[in-house]
C-alpha cells in the first residue's frame, strides 16, 4: 500500500472536502482510489477494539464475512447491484471497498474515517463495503466519497451493508463530493438489534448528473433506534433522487428521518421517506423541508407512513417553498446586504446540528456550508 503523502495534492485535496483528515485524532483510516486500496490503518490506542481492512481481505480472513455479503442489499434490486455482484463473481478484480468491525462492548472515541475517489475518466468504480457493531459496542464513522478534480464523468456504485448488534450504538455520517457529469448510485441496507441504536447522516453539496439512493433501515430487535438525516444542496441542473425506508418490527422500536434540501439552477429533487409501524408499540417521526431559490428547480416531498398496529405512533411534516422574505429583511435592518442575508438564511437551513455529529467535524463542515452558501 502507498503512504498517504505520496497520494497526490489534488486527491488530497479533495479528500478533505468530504471530511478526511490526514492528522492524529481518528481511530483508524480507510483510503481508496478507483479499485485499489492504498491506505488501511489503525490507531494504537484501537487496537484490540477495531478493525478496518479491505473487503477482499476481511473476507480471506473470516468465512462469516463472506455470509453477510448480499444477505441485506438484495443482488438482483437492479441492474446497479447485478453490476457489482457479477464484478464480484469475476473474482473481485475490478471491485474494492472496506469491512470495519467495531468489537465488543469498545467505545471507540475518535471517528473512524474513510475516503474512496473516482480517478479515472468516463469509468466505473463498484464498492462492497461490511460494517459491524458487535454487541455492547459505540463508535463514529465519517465516510466521504469523492472524484479527483480532474475528472469531468464517471459512475459510482456503492453496496453498504450494516449490522448492528444488541446494544451497540453507531453513527454514521456520508459526505458526497462529485462532479456535474457523476452518476451516483449507492445501495445500502442495515439490521439493527435490540437495545441498538443506527444514526445515518447524508450531506451532498456539490453538483452531481445523477445521483439515486434508497436506504433501507429494519428495526429488528426490541427497543431498536434509528435517526436517518440528509443535506442536499442541488445546483447546476442536478438529478437527486434520495430517500429512506425504515421497517419497525420490534416492540417499541423508533425511527425518525430529517431531510433539509435546496435546489436551484434546474435541479430536480425528489426526496422520499417511509415508515412502516409493524411492532408492539413502535414509534415514527418523518421530517422534509426544502427551499427553492428560482423557478427552473422542483423538490418533490413524499412522506409515506404505513402502520400495521392500532398501538403505533406515527407522524411526519412536510414543506416547500421559498426563503422568507421578512427574515431577509429584517437581517438587512440588522446591517447585512440582500446577498449576506440570504447566504445567512442557508447556511442556517442547512444545519449540520441535526447530524448529531463530533463537534470538530460540525464545524469543519459548517465552513464548508457557508462558503456554498457563499456562492448563491
Request: with cysteine; hydrophobic share 35%.
Amino acid at each position: 500500500m502507498e503512504t498517504l503523502p505520496n497520494i497526490t495534492h489534488k486527491i488530497l485535496e479533495a479528500a478533505k472536502k468530504v471530511g478526511y483528515r490526514s492528522h492524529e485524532g481518528v481511530a483508524g483510516t480507510f483510503f481508496q482510489i478507483d479499485h485499489k486500496v492504498v491506505a488501511s490503518k489503525i490507531n494504537e490506542m484501537f487496537k484490540g477494539k477495531l478493525e478496518v481492512l479491505d473487503t477482499r481481505d476481511a473476507i480471506k480472513k473470516y468465512r462469516w464475512v463472506s455470509k453477510l455479503l448480499w444477505k441485506f442489499v438484495d443482488k438482483d434490486k437492479d441492474t446497479f447491484t447485478r453490476s457489482v455482484y457479477s464484478a464480484e463473481k469475476s473474482n473481485w478484480e475490478n471491485v474494492a471497498g472496506y469491512f470495519i468491525r467495531i468489537l465488543p462492548n469498545s467505545e471507540v472515541t475518535f471517528p473512524i474515517q474513510s475516503c474512496i475517489v473516482l480517478a479515472k475518466q468516463d469509468s466505473t468504480q463498484r464498492v462492497h463495503n461490511i460494517i459491524v457493531a458487535e454487541k455492547g459496542s459505540r463508535a463514529n464513522i465519517i465516510t466521504g466519497c469523492t472524484i479527483h478534480p480532474d475528472i469531468t464523468s464517471g459512475q459510482h456504485l456503492g453496496i453498504s451493508e450494516f449490522l448492528i448488534k444488541e446494544n451497540a450504538s453507531l453513527n454514521f455520517t456520508m459526505i458526497h463530493n462529485w462532479a456535474s457529469n457523476t452518476d451516483v448510485k449507492p445501495r445500502s441496507a442495515a439490521i439493527i438489534e435490540e437495545n441498538g441504536r443506527f444514526v445515518s447522516n447524508y450531506i451532498c453539496t456539490s453538483p452531481v448528473k445523477d445521483l439515486q439512493m434508497h436506504p433501507k433501515i429494519t428495526c429488528k430487535g426490541k427497543n431498536s433506534s434509528t435517526r436517518i438525516s440528509s443535506i442536499i444542496y442541488a445546483q447546476k441542473g442536478s438529478r437527486i433522487d434520495i430517500g429512506s425506508g425504515v421497517e419497525l418490527f420490534g416492540e417499541n422500536s423508533s425511527a425518525e428521518i430529517i431531510s433539509r434540501t435546496i435546489a436551484k439552477e434546474n435541479s430536480q429533487v425528489m426526496v422520499k421517506g417511509s415508515i412502516h409501524g409493524k411492532g408492539k408499540n413502535s414509534r415514527g417521526y418523518l421530517e422534509c423541508k426544502g427551499i427553492l431559490l428560482d423557478d427552473t428547480s422542483f423538490i418533490h416531498a413524499i412522506p409515506e407512513l404505513i402502520g400495521s398496529r392500532s398501538d403505533i405512533d406515527l407522524s411526519h411534516e412536510a414543506a416547500v417553498g421559498k426563503i422568507n422574505e421578512d427574515a431577509i429583511i429584517y437581517l438587512m435592518t440588522r446591517g447585512l446586504n440582500e446577498e449576506e442575508a440570504r447566504s445567512l438564511l442557508i447556511s442556517g437551513f442547512l444545519d449540520v446540528d441535526i447530524l448529531g455529529l463530533p463537534e470538530n467535524l460540525a464545524t469543519e463542515i459548517k465552513q464548508y456550508i457557508k462558503k456554498t452558501a457563499k456562492a448563491y
